[in-house]
């Protein structure tokens, strides 16, 4: 029924019977006997402006003994009771939501089979609209290369006594069809860029334009218009000076030469072989791709291979590598702890204190770890495989002060407070020294207050009396008893029988108590 109505479409177009017959790869006397009836039911070339809705319902009219009688019966009718209605919803909707939408809502019994079949003989435009493919143009060598992921089934990891599902991350060069293939594993982000970096190492250079999937290991949040990549692919797209152009959600055909290879790759690459290892999938895959998918003769190549039409034409237009290595890096958003630790990886950092409760981003690279806030670097670490790296400047000094008074220091000190005060302190952290570190810390403190004259001498005191404690030496020193049993110090050049013994104080207040 379509094929008479593109008949009498172009011959009321004014086109002569023998075109008609040549363009539509038809008969000339059947052109003859269709537009033969329109003829005698009135209708003239050039002279009718009909749709082919209206020519439709005409050629049902004057020829109903082709259409098919097991149609007619009853689908044809049930359907077309609510022919107004799915002419209304086609203009916003698929076939397959207002079949969904006639049998929820209507009461409609009919199959979506049938429903299509009637969509074809009735709406014809409308069909014929929604399958149009255009081809795709040619793309220039060195301009494109499309990328995916597909599964290509499971193996059996004998180091892990257990079956593990195994993925293809493929490249395809959108001129030449040069391939690149890499088994893997995972399709975390390291093992997405470093597919990357591998397959334009493989090809010598790099296409100007990526087409990948959505993968949240390249792209975070998909947009035609702006879609936000993932940080580490953005840095990788820097580094080589291409452009990611992510393919349109659930939009495969935005990468057809890609996703046509998959079924091609798990066929011939992977179905039927056995493998030894992941190093060892690796490297057959690569030799596939040089000496089977490279070889071969493809259609859209008029027969060439796509090696040869890579080394020929593709080879010399890609963008050259960069001198300097790519550092392959993951990023992460940490939230910052109240203890200052942030993860990257499998270690914690300390962060400043000032970003507790924050998320921030972290920079995982091969050496350093790195830590930013609004684009900002905050704080980078060398990098460890695992376990705390610790800061004590990035905590509140007043909460820190206990650590970072560390044995070391009392010590040290202690030897600027006097010699008594040394060894006192020494004799505290001889043994079980952090269980003991809060009484040196006091020790060395009570200078502060008394100062080093006199804790020097309740140093001296509390160590002759057998008793070279904390609480032993501020005891002494409150009392005022550290010269007990010795003269006091007098002040030089003091006549002491004018003002007798001058004690000598190292503040006000040590007079006034004295007093």
């Known amino acids: 029924m379509i094929d008479i109505v593109e008949i009498l479409l172009h011959w009321s177009a004014g086109r002569n019977r023998s075109q008609i017959a040549r363009s539509l790869g038809i008969d000339r006397g059947t052109v003859a006997k269709y537009t033969a009836k329109a003829e005698a039911e009135g209708y003239a070339p050039n002279g009718t402006a009909l749709s082919a809705e209206q020519w439709n319902v005409l050629v049902h009219k004057w020829f109903p003994e082709l259409v098919d009688p097991r149609e007619r019966s009853r689908t044809h009718e049930t359907i077309d009771a609510y022919r107004a209605d799915i002419k209304t919803m086609l203009t916003t909707n698929t076939a397959q939501t207002v079949h969904q939408r006639l049998r929820d809502e209507h009461g409609l019994t009919v199959g979506i089979s049938s429903f299509r079949r009637y969509l074809w003989r009735e709406f014809p435009e409308d069909n ?12 220039p060598p060195g301009e494109e290369a499309q990328i995916d992921y597909g599964y290509l089934g499971t193996w059996f990891d004998p180091l892990a006594n257990r079956m593990r ?9 959108a001129c030449s069809r040069h391939m690149f293939v890499r088994p893997v594993f995972t399709m975390d982000q390291r093992a997405w860029t470093q597919c990357h ?7 010598g250079g790099i296409t100007r334009r990526l087409v990948s999937d959505n993968l949240k290991t390249g792209v975070i949040k998909p947009d035609i218009y702006d879609p936000l990549l993932n940080r580490s692919y953005a840095e990788f797209a820097a580094h080589y000076g291409c452009l990611i152009d992510p393919a349109r959600a659930r939009k495969p055909k935005d990468k057809p030469r890609v996703e046509r290879q998959m079924p091609y790759v798990r066929d011939s690459m992977w179905n039927g072989r056995d493998w030894v290892g992941e190093a060892d999938m690796g490297a057959g895959a690569l030799l596939w791709c040089t000496e089977v998918a490279g070889t071969r003769a493809h259609r859209s190549l008029d027969g060439a291979s796509p090696l040869s039409v890579f080394a020929e034409v593709e080879l010399p237009a890609l963008i050259q590598l960069p001198r300097s290595p790519f550092e392959l890096a993951s990023w992460s958003r940490p939230k910052v702890g109240p203890d200052c630790y942030a993860k990257s990886g499998k ?37 460890v495989e695992k376990g705390k790296e610790t800061d004590w400047s990035d905590f509140p000094p007043e909460k820190v002060a206990f650590f970072m008074r560390t044995p070391q220091w009392c010590i040290k000190q202690a030897g600027d407070l006097g010699e008594d005060v040394k060894s006192l302190v020494e004799g505290l952290l001889e043994l079980h ?35 070279p404690e904390y609480r032993t030496v501020k005891g002494i020193l409150v009392a005022g008893t550290e010269n007990d049993g010795r003269e006091e110090q007098l002040a030089p050049d003091a006549p002491a029988h004018l003002h007798g013994p001058v004690r000598l104080f190292e503040n006000i207040d040590d007079a006034a108590a004295a007093k």
């Open 347 to 383: 270690a914690l950092y300390t962060v400043p204190w000032r970003f507790i409760g924050q998320r921030i981003d972290a920079r995982l690279g091969d050496r350093t770890v790195e830590f930013y806030v609004d684009g900002q670097v905050v704080k980078t670490w060398a990098r």
């Open 197 to 203: 970096v591998d397959a334009f190492s493989y090809f």
């Open 433 to 467: 020294a952090l269980y003991r570190l809060r009484q040196a810390q006091g020790v060395v403190r009570l200078a502060e207050k008394y100062g080093n004259v006199r804790l020097n001498a309740a140093c001296r005191r509390a160590s002759e009396i057998g008793d």
């Open 165 to 173: 599902r195994v993925w293809a991350f493929v490249i395809v060069l």
């Open 128 to 139: 014929l609209r929604n399958i149009a493919t255009p081809p795709r143009p040619d793309i």
